[in-house]
Every structure is written in structure tokens, then in C-alpha cells.
């Protein structure tokens, strides 16, 4: 992504957080928390986008927070139908099928990146499919160097 954009995307992140924040004089205490929590989600994803490379970790908590998020929907939305409660299966209308989906689609890819690919074990899988593939045909090109260059990517 370009330096241009990252630091768009940082101001429309300042501008939604102002946003937030502005109402606060009016907001209760309840809404009070759920303020500080979503400026300082932006505040973490302004901060991931700013700096890359140096600031990963706050990109890492962001998809942490997310997977978080999905998980404890499709918790909730599970917990609810076991309950007997009735669900339509239509959209913008919550379900434990619809949480599912959230949760496979976007909550299991955001905790794997938080919690890296490496210490979850899935580079080391596909590391090790791709010698099994390369030594089955025979290729002698793809040497395990040549298939580990790009290990340490995080």
C-alpha cells in the first residue's frame, strides 16, 4: 500500500475517532467504555498503518480484537439456539449460521495473523507440503532453500 494511502486512510481514522469522541458529553457511562474501546481500536490501526513494519503489533492486536469480536458473536448466536430460540436465516438479521460464516470468513484468518502463522504451525504445513510436491515430481530446481526463502515473512 502506497505512503499516500496509509496516511489517508490515518486521517479518515482521526476523523472517525473525533466523531466518536464528540458525542461524548452526552453519552453515558456504558457508552462512555465502548467510546474509548473503538478510538483505541483506530487509534491501533492508525498506528499499524503508519508504520508497518516497525509497528506490527498493533496490526496483530487489531486482527486479534476482530477474531475476538467473531468469536464471541458466533458464541452468543450458538448459545441462543441451543436455547431454542427462533432463527431466520435472512441478512442483516443475526444467526448462528450467519455468525459461523463471520467467524470462518474473517475471525479464523485474523486470529491466525495475530498469533502468526509460524506459532500457529500452518507456514510450517504448507513449508512441508510444498517439499513433499516438489520432491513427488521430481523437481530438482525447487531446493527446500529456495522453499524456506520466504520463512521469515510475517
Known sequence: ????????????????????????ETDTPTQHLWDVGFA???????????????????????????GAGYLVYFASETINLLRGERQVLRLSQPS?????????IYGIPAVVYALGAERVGLARLFRSRGRAQAGA???????????DQHSNDR
Not at 481514522?13 to 473525533?18: D, E, R
Not at 448462528?96 to 470462518?104: C, D
Not at 515430481?137 to 522453499?147: H, K
Open 40 to 66: 483505541a481500536f483506530m487509534f491501533l490501526l492508525a498506528i499499524g498503518l503508519i508504520a508497518p513494519t516497525h509497528s506490527r503489533w498493533a496490526l496483530r492486536a487489531v486482527a486479534g480484537i476482530v
Open 96 to 104: 448462528a449460521t450467519t455468525a459461523g460464516l463471520g467467524f470462518l
Open 1 to 24: 500500500m502506497s505512503r499516500g494511502a496509509r496516511w489517508t486512510i490515518v486521517a479518515f481514522l482521526a476523523g472517525f475517532t473525533w466523531m466518536v469522541l464528540a458525542g461524548w
Open 137 to 147: 515430481t521430481g523437481d530438482a530446481s525447487a531446493e527446500p532453500s529456495d522453499l
